[in-house]
């Protein structure tokens, strides 16, 4: 079974953190690359963070400093820390993973206020 649940979004002041959490299958997670996407109104689907499993991370210019991806392997979840969240972050935010390249989640919404 296939299976991505992303949680953790909701409403948030500019400035503010929110932290997101994506369940992972384990045949989704366990030893593959696993990335977190967001899609804002009207705008294309961007990568945001990448981490692979040894640990190491990538970012996108527009969250450098800002967020942070990490994964608990004993969980096979796949989490991203974000902090000094700004209007422009308003989306819904998706984890993927490059061994399932079809296969996305529903998604968490992530409204920031100005």
């Known amino acids: 079974q296939v299976q991505l649940v992303e949680s953790g979004g909701g409403l948030v002041q500019a400035g503010g953190s929110l932290r997101l959490s994506c369940a992972a299958s384990r045949n989704i997670f366990s030893g593959n690359v696993m990335d977190w996407y967001r899609q804002a109104p009207g705008k294309q689907r961007e990568f945001i963070a990448r981490i692979r499993s040894g640990g190491s991370t990538n970012y996108a210019d527009s969250v450098k400093g800002r967020f942070t991806i990490s994964r608990d392997n004993a969980k096979s979840t796949v989490y991203l820390q974000m902090n000094s969240l700004k209007p422009e972050d308003t989306a819904v935010y998706y984890c993927?993973?490059?061994?399932?390249?079809?296969?996305w989640g529903q998604g968490t919404q992530v409204t920031v206020s100005s």
């Open positions: 993927h993973s490059l061994a399932f390249p079809l296969y």
